[in-house]
Every structure is written in C-alpha cells, then in structure tokens.
C-alpha cells in the first residue's frame, strides 16, 4: 500500500511543534527574496508549506494524489487560509498550472519519486513557471549520505496527539538497480496497548546533489542558499539527513 493513499495515517507523523518549526524556517528563508506568490507541485496534505500561507504569501499548491489533496483543502479551511489546489502530475506541471510565481517549489523528498531523468525534466518544467527573477526551491533527503553509509534504517520520534502515540519505523532495502525501496511501519498505542499497526511501501530513485545543481545551472540558476532542511537545524547542509535548496533566476 502506498502512503501517500492514506493521508489520515500520513498526518499522524506531524504535529504542532514541526509546524512551528516550518514556519520558522519559511520566515528565515525567504527574507528579503520579495517572493510573494509560490506554487509548490508536490503540497500533499500541505504539512510542509500551509506555513508559508500563515505567513502571509499567495499560496498555489498541486499533488497527484487526490486524497492528499482533500485533506490539504480541509486542514486550510479549518485555518482559514485561501489556497488554490489542483491535481497534477508534477513532470507536467507546466501544462497545468493556472499561472506564473514568483517560487515554483517541491517539498517533502518528493522528486526521487521518478527517476532521475523524469526528477531533471520537471525541474525544467517548474522553471517555466518563474517569473523573471523568481525561485526554485526544493527540500529533500539527503541521498548522496544515503547511497555512501548504505543506512538501512530510520526512526521517528514517537508522536503524540492526545492519547495517542504514533511510532514509526522505516526498513531501507537497497536494490541492484540503485533504487530504493522504504518500508514504513506505523504503530498507534493508547493506554500502553498497541491497537494498530500499518505498513507501506515507497519506492524511490536517489537523486544525488550533484545532478539537481547541474540542472539548475544549466537552467540558468544560481544557488543562493544550500542549508539543512529546517534551515534552523544545528548541523551543517553537507551532514544533514535532509536538505534544501533555494535557487534565483538569473
């Protein structure tokens, strides 16, 4: 079963307190940019950019999947934030999208989905909806450390939403081919007995650092910021399991 299916388990690894780290890191990172208006062509449920809303900036967001949609247009209702949502497959991005912005974004490790010939391909269609001067802007694991310590497990923090608490545990199998293939195990436990567990698959194609800043550059972008992912997060970018990259228009 794929995850991204199950946006009422997917949400249950998120809480106040990453939000408010979110938003932190939006508020630091874009500071002085004069973006204004951004797209984000992997918003899921919005977890990771509904912060950028709150903060005040026009708000576009597409996803593939329909369910994760839903529940992004549920969660911006229920905090009063004006988003504009459409599905879309984000290697077709620029053949769907209902404008231009000044930050075409993709969040949540959600490019190494495809292969990397396909991650490249949307990278360029994002880039023709910059407007002039604008942004790309990407957060993702980092699989160049990945790939090197051939890391084979990982574990959340336990969430806690009232009674409940959440476990979750990913399982990396790495595959001739160079894919990789996380299994995610979520446990939910209330009064010390565990009532549920749910398993997922995800398969992804590492997408090694190199290869996103060769493109941008080809594309015409220079990095203007390479930073840990929150920005916030005391490690610096090259040793941080997940990262992110803010790209200008030049």
């Known amino acids: 079963m794929i995850l991204y299916d199950r946006a009422d388990i997917y949400d249950l690894r998120f809480d106040q307190r990453g939000w408010d780290l979110f938003r932190e890191h939006y508020r630091v990172l874009f500071d002085g940019t004069g973006v204004k208006s951004v797209l984000d062509c992997s918003i899921g449920s919005g977890n990771l950019t509904l912060e950028l809303a709150e903060l ?44 231009t ?49 051939k890391q084979q497990y990982y574990f959340y923090r336990p ?16 595959h001739p081919d160079g894919t990789i293939t996380f299994h995610i195990v979520f446990t939910l436990e209330k009064d010390g007995k565990t009532f549920q567990h ?6 992804y194609h590492p997408l090694k650092r190199g290869i996103v800043e060769n493109t941008l550059k080809e594309l015409g972008y220079r990095v203007e910021r390479f930073a840990p992912h929150p920005v916030q997060a005391p490690v610096p970018a090259e040793q941080a399991e997940w990262y992110c990259i803010l790209a200008k228009k030049s």
């Open 159 to 174: 969430m806690f939403h009232g009674d409940l608490r959440v476990d979750t545990i990913q399982f990396w199998e790495h």
């Open 56 to 99: 005040g900036y026009r708000v576009t967001g597409s996803d593939l999947s329909g369910a994760m949609l839903k529940k992004c247009r549920e969660k911006a209702e229920s905090r009063g934030l004006a988003v504009e949502l459409f599905q879309s497959d984000f290697r077709e991005i620029d053949r769907t999208a209902p404008g």
């Open 101 to 149: 912005y000044d930050c075409v974004m993709s969040t949540g490790n959600s490019l190494p989905y495809v292969p990397n010939e396909d991650a490249v391909k949307t990278l360029a269609a994002m880039d023709r909806l910059v407007n002039p001067g604008g942004y790309l802007y990407l957060d993702m694991r980092s699989w160049d450390k990945i790939l090197e310590e």
């Open 198 to 203: 749910e398993t997922f698959q995800e398969h």
